[in-house]
């Protein structure tokens, strides 16, 4: 069974540039959430996707869009990047409703 | 609005000891579950124990227990027989029970960090 993984690992970009972030699920889920981890900081939640909709999302502005593919693999797209912006960006997979959320291993944003 | 609280950034034990962590909550909910999540020097968060709240019974992972308070509304994470490779941030986790069609959301706490030492 193939685990939760993430694509890039490190990603550098510079403020105003726009990026997209990778997530397959673990096999059997379908459904994926994001989250930001600033340095220090616990994650914080900025959507979910389920079977290909956005059934949630946190407090964070429409710069920060996301898709779920047909195979519930998912992408987070930022745009105009900001200094803040800087964190590590964790996606979780899991079955839907109270089910557990199975973390990949997180992409290393910087904004310069 | 849900809230979780971890009161203490950093703890050290020694090999072999037992240590406890802590967690509170904040939440008018009734049912809901609750996590503990590991965090080592490598970034992936791994699940190491879930509680669901109309449980009365502690759940128990082998080295891993939690005392569930339901009315204190507290969630330690008890670690017997420490190991080097319990070294890591701890971070608590919180869901609420969900209704169909809305987001399973986790909130977390600020995470304690552990040191296992010789």
């Known amino acids: 069974e193939t685990g939760v993984t993430q694509s890039p690992t490190h990603l550098i970009k510079t403020r105003g540039q726009q990026v997209t972030l990778r997530c397959s699920s673990q096999?059997?889920?379908?459904?994926v959430s994001w989250y930001q981890q600033a340095l220090g900081q616990g994650p914080q939640f900025i959507f979910q996707?389920?079977?290909?909709?956005?059934?949630g999302r946190g407090n964070f502005p429409p710069r920060f869009s996301g898709l779920q593919f047909p195979n519930y693999s998912s992408e987070l797209n930022v745009n105009a990047l900001e200094l803040d912006d800087s964190a590590l960006y964790l996606c979780?997979?899991?079955?839907?409703?109270?089910?557990?959320?199975?973390f990949g291993p997180g992409t290393r944003l910087t904004v310069l | 609005a849900q809230t979780v609280t971890q009161s203490q950034p950093e703890m050290s034990v020694q090999e072999a000891e037992t240590v406890t962590l802590s967690c509170t909550y904040d939440?008018?909910?009734?049912?809901?579950?609750l996590f503990w999540y590991k965090q080592p020097p490598s970034r992936q968060m791994i699940l190491v124990i879930r509680?669901?709240?109309?449980?009365?019974q502690n759940a128990t992972e082998n080295r891993f227990s939690v005392n569930f308070q339901k009315a204190a509304k507290s969630f330690s994470l008890k670690i017997s027989d420490s190991q080097l490779g319990d070294t890591a941030m701890y971070f608590c986790?919180?869901?609420?029970?969900?209704?169909?069609?809305?987001?399973?959301?986790?909130?977390f706490g600020t995470g304690t960090r552990l040191q296992v030492t010789l």
């Open positions: 939440t008018s909910e009734s049912n809901y579950y």
């Open positions: 996707y389920y079977r290909e909709e956005e059934n």
């Open positions: 096999s059997g889920h379908n459904t």
């Open positions: 509680q669901e709240a109309y449980k009365q």
């Open positions: 986790a919180f869901m609420k029970h969900l209704n169909t069609g809305t987001a399973s959301k986790l909130t």
């Open positions: 979780a997979s899991s079955s839907g409703g109270p089910d557990t959320q199975y």
